[in-house]
């Protein structure tokens, strides 16, 4: 399957945390073209700061393997992951990263586009239009 129907649902998972009140970020874990785990940001709801849709995504798709290596998997996330959840993914050796839109205050590649894996590949702006726009959104709604 596209990239696109992967980042969509992620999408989806942003839209329902910007609904909680949460910072609009969805993220889905696929193995074999197989969807295994999917988060959003919970940081207000578990009030929480390491509650990210990365960070949950990552333990619920290492639960779900059985293992703590997501080597073969993709992690499909609509904002660029933090530093925080960037190690994370090293640590786990992701395979893969697709970001929708990239973070230009607080994404990793900000600090150093090597903190993750050596081995995982990374593929930036699928539906970053759509996942932009939602950022937009959320946060125009808070300044007002």
């Not at 998972?13 to 909680?20: D, P, R, S, T």
């Not at 889905?28 to 197989?34: E, G, L």
């Not at 230009?104 to 970053?128: D, F, M, Q, W």
Request: glycine share 6%.
């Amino acid at each position: 399957m596209p990239d696109e129907y992967f980042m969509d649902i992620a999408l989806s998972l942003a839209e329902e945390a910007a609904e909680k009140g949460e910072i609009p970020v969805g993220a889905v874990v696929v193995c074999r073209n197989r969807i295994i785990a999917k988060a959003s940001n919970q940081t207000e709801q578990l009030n929480d700061v390491t509650a990210h849709a990365e960070m949950l995504a990552i333990t619920a798709a290492t639960q779900y393997l059985g293992g703590k290596y997501l080597s073969d998997c993709t992690l499909y996330v609509t904002l660029e992951p933090c530093v925080m959840c960037a190690g994370a993914l090293f640590w786990a050796q992701l395979s893969r990263l697709v970001i929708g839109a990239e973070d230009p205050k607080r994404g990793y590649s900000r600090i150093s586009a090597t903190l993750l894996h050596p081995k995982t590949r990374v593929e930036t702006g699928v539906l970053a239009t759509e996942s932009q726009a939602l950022l937009t959104k959320f946060f125009s709604r808070l300044r007002t």
